[in-house]
């Protein structure tokens, strides 16, 4: 009748639709970041294996496209054990090469960087800025914290992850056996975890799967090549300049390289301080100079034309992600963060319908039995 009163919650006295809506995408949203939550629990208990199996990854990413250049001619095993050893003795070399430049010159690299503290320092005393010695040694505290952050939350990280010796030994086992298996039967593992799914989800977390492999995998091969050009660019720019302890400052700028956007220029950042000491203010802003025009060939030639679109996400997005990666996981979750953020990035594009190379698939009803009519 007309004149009965609206029931059920879609008619709610004095409640706006939109505000229902805004409570179910809320409440929703919730038990997803409780999921998450609760999964990031239960990863952390066991996160010597989930870190030993991610960089298993890492390494099947840039080992497996030699391996599959060797194994036209060769036979697959073979294959595997030449582009291992191929990898790891470029892994030693490059490691080995950065090792020994930082210690052979480590102490006058301190000393130059020393001394050009020393001149900003003293330009903050009688520059236009006319700062006091309390504010100059505020400032420096603060940056000897940072430092001191940093380095002990590399080896923070390091340590919290192995934890002994017994747990070294496991880690190493899991890493080695995850990088075999994956190189010689990755098809066969995805295959038996997607079987896991129902069969209406298969397709999707097939193509998640493996829209995530290819965002991983591309960023960590093509961020060793951008590192390796950075460090190129920058040891050809200070050579030219004539600044002393360019392959150390080329060092630091490789490993800074790795955490993107913002790691290179910090990097690049004590290459001027040694600029200033050492050639004065001009070189200095020189290199400053430099650090802009190897950013910018960074962002806007290198990263593109390597990676492509492994990493397609805005430069505050990946700054954001690093920071959240840093204060979750330490400089571990720093390096991490922004592969892991473009994998996310791709997938959630693809499950939401808004990536046009790959349609999400109808998933059809549940199952059958949920269809059918409930009989007395």
């Known amino acids: 009748?007309?004149?009965?009163?609206?029931?059920?919650?879609?008619?709610?006295?004095?409640?706006?639709?939109?505000?229902?809506?805004?409570?179910?995408?809320?409440?929703?949203?919730?038990?997803?970041?409780?999921?998450?939550?609760?999964?990031?629990?239960?990863?952390?208990?066991?996160?010597?294996v989930?870190?030993?199996?991610?960089?298993?990854?890492?390494?099947?990413?840039?080992?497996?496209?030699?391996?599959?250049?060797?194994?036209?001619?060769?036979?697959?095993?073979?294959?595997?054990?030449?582009?291992?050893?191929?990898?790891?003795?470029?892994?030693?070399?490059?490691?080995?090469?950065?090792?020994?430049?930082s210690i052979g010159e480590g102490p006058k690299l301190i000393s130059s960087i020393t001394g050009g503290f020393t001149q900003i320092e003293d330009w903050l005393k009688t520059?236009?800025?006319?700062?006091?010695?309390?504010?100059?040694?505020?400032?420096?505290?603060?940056?000897?914290?940072?430092?001191?952050?940093?380095?002990?939350?590399?080896?923070?990280?390091?340590?919290?992850?192995?934890?002994?010796?017994?747990?070294?030994i496991i880690a190493a086992s899991v890493f080695f056996y995850g990088v075999v298996f994956f190189l010689l039967s990755p098809t066969t593992i995805w295959g038996w975890l997607i079987s896991w799914m129902p069969q209406r989800l298969q397709t999707p977390v097939d193509v998640s799967g493996r829209m995530s492999w290819d965002a991983?995998?591309?960023?960590?091969?093509?961020?060793?090549?951008?590192?390796?050009?950075?460090?190129?660019?920058?040891?050809?720019?200070?050579?030219?300049?004539?600044?002393?302890?360019?392959?150390?400052?080329?060092?630091?700028?490789?490993?800074?390289?790795?955490?993107?956007?913002?790691?290179?220029?910090i990097a690049t950042f004590f290459a001027a301080v040694v600029a200033l000491a050492e050639k004065g203010p001009l070189v200095a802003v020189l290199v400053v100079a430099l650090t802009v025009v190897v950013g910018s060939f960074d962002g806007d030639v290198l990263q593109p034309l390597v990676m492509g679109k492994a990493v397609s996400l805005h430069p505050l997005a990946i700054v954001f992600a690093i920071a959240a990666g840093g204060i979750a996981m330490g400089i571990v979750g720093a390096l991490i963060a922004v592969p892991i953020a473009g994998a996310v990035y791709k997938v959630a594009k693809y499950l939401t319908g808004r990536d046009p190379e790959h349609p999400f698939p109808d998933p059809g009803p549940p199952s059958d039995a949920a269809t059918e009519p409930v009989t007395a």
């Open 1 to 48: 009748m007309s004149g009965e009163a609206p029931s059920g919650p879609e008619s709610a006295i004095g409640v706006p639709g939109t505000l229902r809506i805004t409570a179910g995408i809320t409440w929703r949203l919730l038990v997803v970041l409780a999921g998450v939550a609760v999964a990031g629990y239960l990863l952390n208990i066991i996160f010597p």
């Open 127 to 168: 520059g236009p800025l006319q700062m006091t010695d309390s504010a100059i040694n505020d400032l420096i505290t603060q940056a000897e914290n940072l430092a001191k952050s940093v380095a002990g939350g590399l080896v923070g990280d390091v340590v919290g992850a192995l934890g002994s010796i017994g747990t070294l």
């Open 216 to 265: 991983i995998s591309g960023y960590t091969r093509g961020i060793v090549i951008v590192a390796f050009a950075d460090a190129l660019l920058v040891f050809i720019g200070l050579t030219i300049l004539g600044v002393p302890l360019a392959p150390a400052l080329s060092a630091l700028v490789f490993l800074g390289a790795f955490i993107p956007v913002i790691g290179a220029p």
């Open 50 to 101: 989930v870190f030993a199996l991610f960089f298993a990854l890492l390494m099947t990413a840039w080992t497996q496209p030699l391996m599959n250049l060797l194994n036209r001619v060769l036979p697959k095993v073979l294959s595997m054990i030449i582009a291992l050893l191929v990898i790891g003795a470029a892994v030693v070399v490059i490691v080995g090469s950065v090792v020994r430049s």
